[in-house]
């Protein structure tokens, strides 16, 4: 069972930051696309930010300025710093992984963004 562990999650006011974290084991990280997604109520999970194993990015472009998705290869964690924070950016967020028809999950973390 392959274990993608998020963490970083919260309340934090619109304008603020927070920083994502995703760890995987080696021999996911190494080799996969890694992405962020996020569901809110309501809502069809969407693609965030997505980073290749050789380090090409896209965003969605609501997010295109205020979101960094990067990688730390010694930790074998994903991260996406988060700035400038709306209230529309309040979701559950994934973590996930992929490599042709393999796909992974992590358990999500709460984003809550209000005054």
């Known amino acids: 069972q392959v274990q993608l562990v998020e963490s970083g999650g919260g309340l934090v006011q619109p304008g603020g930051s927070l920083r994502l974290s995703c760890a995987a084991p080696?021999?996911?990280?190494?080799?996969?696309?890694m992405a962020w997604y996020r569901q809110a109520p309501g809502n069809q999970r969407e693609l965030v930010a997505r980073?290749?194993?050789?380090?090409?990015?896209n965003y969605a472009d609501s997010v295109k300025g205020r979101f960094t998705i990067s990688r730390d290869n010694a930790k074998k964690t994903m991260y996406m710093q988060m700035s400038s924070l709306k209230p529309e950016d309040t979701a559950v967020y994934y973590c996930?992984?992929?490599?042709?028809?393999?796909?992974?999950w992590g358990q999500g973390t709460q984003v809550t963004v209000s005054s």
């Open positions: 980073l290749t194993p050789w380090g090409s990015t």
């Open positions: 996930q992984a992929d490599r042709g028809s393999l796909n992974y």
């Open positions: 080696a021999s996911i990280f190494n080799v996969y696309n």
